[in-house]
């Protein structure tokens, strides 16, 4: 990098990293500032564009993800969205507003320096978002050219994103990894990349062996079936080492999904940061009911699906994947291609390779072609690559969880946001509500609190998180979301209660267009 550090730095305020959905919506609203969005490939929609297959489909219904000033066209169609309708969704939204013009693609940010004063210590106060001076340099290359181009900037958020770009692989003994297999190895990203009649070539006729058990995973298998119809396909493999619940629809016992999770009323059952003792005693009274909740869906789930036939029923409670944001929506047929033969499961602790496919612990083979790893991505790491030396050890605290103030801001990090970090049953809102958040702390319309204060804050919601679910590092906020963004509002010197009467505000769901500015 050296020969380009006397090059011309572009001046502006606002820099956001990455045009996926948290990149556009930060961009929109923060549009004041005319922001400069550096975008590594060709086009918006991150892992909508990059990371999705044929088959994928968005998991919540349409008006659960959708931004608060932008209503899908068909917005009560009951069915999922594919990957595509999200994009065209995505793209229509960024040019109704006009967002594009600020988003400079095949700009991959290669480095990123802090040149502002000493950073934050714990009794400072964190400070006003916009200083008036650059505060971070950002080295971008332009992808096609290979020429770089430093930019000064006084505010960094960073919108890259959880999934994508770093997958996650398993490590294995020495003659124990990929190297010994005859066969394919691709992870979902690979396979991601492949058009619509190479992926087919891949699996079709093929042994294939799909490891893991998420949402990735349950696509690839359907895939997978799907190529291999008629008398001389193949069965796919499903490798699952941890179990979770998976749901076939939004319906429990004739009763909307949202009814047990998604309102006030039923959110008020479960712990939240900064309760009560009164609370936090009555939480205990009512543990019957949570525990009753959980089990009258897990009842629901048990009957409607073959679990108990194949084996896949969890030994946790529902409510931790719900807690985790791990459950699942189930393709339709999932379970009737197990039926015909053409998916199969194998639950495995511990596995490697051999020249012909898959070992297992208890000694026995699994013949393979294609082996796909469906086994996630590593956001922390790509993350931690991407900033200086002296602030990557801030990102990821002794419980693996990023400790982020509202979910946005690193009280030991000055003048970076962080958007799309903090999951929930829709990202899309959780990701809007805090861009907004963020343009209006930048517009110094409130003060946010010491950096003591703020740390405290994010370790009361990290050990709620570890009270509630074994998976608590994917640092998701589902059981307590309304308390969540009614923080962000009273922060925002907005009501925190958003619906017209009070029986809607304890029963209703809660959704983007509750929190569009009024």
């Known amino acids: 990098m050296g020969s380009d550090q006397n090059n011309l730095k572009l001046a502006s ?11 556009i919506a930060a961009a929109k609203q923060l549009s004041g500032y005319s922001p400069v969005v550096f975008e590594a490939t060709d086009s918006i929609g991150g892992v909508w564009k990059h990371c999705s297959y044929a088959s994928t489909k968005l998991q919540t219904p349409r008006c659960d993800y959708e931004f608060s000033d932008y209503p899908w066209r068909e917005r009560d169609n009951s069915t999922f969205p594919s990957h595509v309708e999200v994009l065209e969704y995505l793209h229509a939204y960024a040019t109704h507003f006009d967002v594009l013009k600020f988003v400079k693609f095949n700009s991959r940010v290669i480095e990123i320096r802090y040149v502002g004063d000493h950073h934050t210590d714990n009794s400072a106060e964190y400070g006003t978002l916009l200083k008036g001076r650059p505060v971070w340099e950002v080295a971008v290359q332009n992808t096609l050219s290979k020429l770089v181009q430093w930019y000064a900037l006084e505010f960094l958020v960073v919108c890259i994103g959880k999934y994508g770009d770093m997958p996650r692989r398993p490590t294995f003994a020495a003659n124990k990894g990929q190297e010994v297999f005859h066969g394919k190895v691709l ?25 893991g058990y998420k949402k990735s995973a349950i696509d690839l298998c359907m895939e997978c079936a799907e190529a291999n119809q008629g008398a001389d396909g193949q069965a796919c493999t499903m490798v699952i080492r941890s179990l ?15 009814l047990f999770y998604s309102t006030r009323s039923s959110q008020f059952l479960h712990e939240r940061p900064n309760q009560s003792l009164f609370r936090t005693l009555l939480l205990s009274l009512l543990s019957p009911m949570r525990k009753a909740i959980s089990k009258l869906i897990e009842s629901y789930l048990v009957w409607k699906l073959p679990l108990e ?9 529902f409510v931790e994947d719900y807690a985790s944001c791990q459950m699942a929506i189930l393709p339709e047929n ?15 602790s511990r596995w490697w390779f051999w020249s012909g496919g898959i070992e297992f612990e208890d000694n026995t083979r699994l013949e393979a072609d294609v082996v796909l790893l469906a086994t996630g991505f590593d956001g922390k790491k790509k993350l931690q690559a991407l900033l200086p030396q002296r602030f990557n050890n801030l990102m990821v605290d002794s419980s693996g969880i990023m400790p982020l103030y509202r979910g946005t801001i690193h009280p030991l990090i000055p003048n970076m946001g962080f958007v799309g970090y903090v999951e929930s049953v829709s990202n899309l809102h959780t990701a809007e509500i805090r861009c907004k958040w963020l343009a209006r702390l930048a517009d110094d319309l409130f003060k946010l609190p010491s950096v003591e204060r703020m740390l405290q804050q994010t370790s009361k919601e990290i050990q709620v998180m570890k009270r509630t679910t074994r998976f608590y590092k994917r640092h998701c906020i589902s059981t307590f979301s309304i308390n969540h963004s009614d923080d962000i509002c009273e922060e925002m010197g907005w009501s925190s209660w958003r619906k017209n009467n009070w029986l809607l505000e304890l029963f209703s769901p809660y959704n983007s267009q509750d929190y569009a500015s009024k």
């Open 13 to 23: 305020r606002v820099g956001i990293i990455g045009a996926g959905v948290s990149g």
């Open 309 to 317: 036939k194949y084996g896949l029923k969890p030994d946790h409670p």
């Open 187 to 211: 992870h979902s990203l690979d396979y991601s990349k492949l058009n619509k009649e190479a992926a087919r070539t891949l699996l079709k006729g093929k042994k294939v062996a799909v490891v």
């Open 244 to 258: 979770h619940w998976t749901v076939p629809s939004y319906w429990i016992w004739g009763l909307p999904f949202f």
């Open 334 to 348: 999932f379970f009737a291609e197990a039926d015909k033969g053409k998916i199969v499961f194998r639950k495995a």
